[in-house]
């Protein structure tokens, strides 16, 4: 058996989900490992991330985001609003007293708490919408290409809507 390891280096947008398209990518590393039979996982390490497989959709609202993206968002805020109050002010209870003071005593504390700004850390909600959908999806190869239809493709999504991000995202290829 063969197994290979590819990370994808992606950007998030902040101020609202950021939806990325990683179906291109995710076949490259299954063409690259040279595995013909087997399983092709993609995985998201983000905490505020999540990896899941959808049907692309040509119709977009003007900021770009796929209408099944924007019905997704809609859906999710009902389940989890957008996290506006430092605690214990609104729903939730993260992040807490004893989270601002670790980040505080972090080396780049000023990337996280700039100025001291403790609203910008108001990701609850991030966090468990990547929960809901979870962080890697598994796929059959077949004949050396990912086995899905001609409509499914895998995104990478981030929640975290306080600021933009260099994220990763693994792709393991196993198989013979």
């Not at 040279?34 to 999540?50: L, R």
């Not at 504390?109 to 609203?119: F, I, M, N, R």
């Amino acid at each position: 058996m063969t197994v290979t390891q590819t990370t994808l280096q992606l950007q998030s947008h902040g101020g609202t989900p950021s939806y990325i398209d990683v179906t291109a990518q995710v076949k490259e590393a299954i063409t690259a490992s040279g595995i013909t039979t087997g399983t092709v996982t993609v995985i998201s390490p983000h905490t505020t991330c999540a990896v899941f497989f959808e049907e692309f959709v040509h119709d977009r609202l003007e900021d770009g985001t796929e209408f099944l993206q924007a019905d997704l968002d809609d859906v999710l805020e009902r389940i989890t609003p957008n996290q506006t109050a430092v605690p214990p002010e609104g729903e939730y209870r993260y992040p807490g007293p004893e989270h601002y003071a670790d980040v505080e005593s972090w080396p780049d504390a000023e990337v996280y708490l700039p100025g001291g700004d403790k609203t910008a850390l108001l990701n609850a909600e991030a966090h468990i919408k990547a929960t809901i959908l979870g962080s890697s999806e598994v796929f059959a190869v077949i004949d050396g290409k990912l086995g899905v239809g001609v409509t499914g493709y895998i995104y990478f999504v981030d929640f975290d809507r306080t600021r933009a991000r260099a994220r990763k995202c693994q792709v393991v290829v196993m198989g013979e």
